[in-house]
């Protein structure tokens, strides 16, 4: 993945992860790329169940295998909200 398709991998940190951002991110992918919609959805679905679960290597693989890591902050956000509900 290069930085013109998302989040630049050498970065420790994003540099946007503003929700109007990711919310619009997240549009543009399901209006012009269906398959890596439904992809970033099922796959944030999963880490949010692993996260609750208290599964951290699967969470984090899911992570790494990702095709935006940027776009799936959303989904580490919601991931640790739930696992912190959960405990």
């Known amino acids: ?3 013109d398709k998302g989040a630049d ?3 420790k940190f994003f540099k946007n ?3 109007e951002y990711l919310m619009a991110k997240c549009k543009n992918l399901e209006k ?3 398959d890596k919609f439904c992809r970033f959805i099922h796959m944030g679905k999963a880490m949010i169940d692993y996260a609750t679960d208290g599964d951290l290597k699967n969470f ?3 992570f790494q295998e990702s095709d935006d890591k940027e776009l799936m902050y959303w989904h580490v956000q ?3 909200k739930a696992a912190v509900k959960n405990k």
């Open 9 to 11: 991998l050498k970065r």
């Open 1 to 3: 993945m290069s930085s």
């Open 32 to 34: 012009y790329n269906m």
């Open 17 to 19: 992860t503003s929700a």
């Open 60 to 62: 984090k693989r899911l």
């Open 78 to 80: 919601k991931g640790f």
